[in-house]
Nanobody
Framework: VQLQASGGGLVQAGGSLKLSCAASGRTFGSLGWFRQVQGKAREFVAAFKWSGSTTRYADSVKGRFTISKDNAKNTMYLQMNSLKPEDTAVYYC????????????????????WGQGTQVTVSS
């Protein structure tokens, strides 16, 4: 089982980035994005059930970020628009074999598989 995150970079405030997370080895029930600022706890960004339409976003990114998938490529994406300096963090993708209910999607302890992280830096 491997999760490979990519797409991070440096962007000006108001700009956009699209992160990718390629999943290999298994078909997952739920996948999500989390982020961490150095010295702070990792926080939830967005997650969804691979099958179906259940999706959840953190309030801080709602309306700006969109999580999506490509079934054929077994890849998850995070489209980030209207980026703010406070979005600066290392972004991690995470996965779980079984699907989670909506209320559990934001719980990072529910995800046993993690990618290596990709740095997103938003300059003001």
């Amino acid at each position: 089982v491997q999760l490979q995150a990519s797409g991070g970079g440096l962007v000006q405030a108001g700009g956009s980035l699209k992160l990718s997370c390629a999943a290999s080895g298994r078909t997952f029930g739920s996948l999500g994005w989390f982020r961490q600022v150095q010295g702070k706890a990792r926080e939830f960004v967005a997650a969804f059930k691979w099958s179906g339409s259940t999706t959840r976003y953190a309030d801080s990114v709602k309306g700006r970020f969109t999580i999506s998938k490509d079934n054929a490529k077994n890849t998850m994406y995070l489209q980030m628009n209207s980026l703010k300096p406070e979005d600066t963090a290392v972004y991690y993708c995470a996965a779980r074999l079984n699907a989670l209910i909506w209320s559990a999607l934001a719980d990072q302890d529910q995800y046993p598989y993690w990618g290596q992280g990709t740095q997103v830096t938003v300059s003001s």
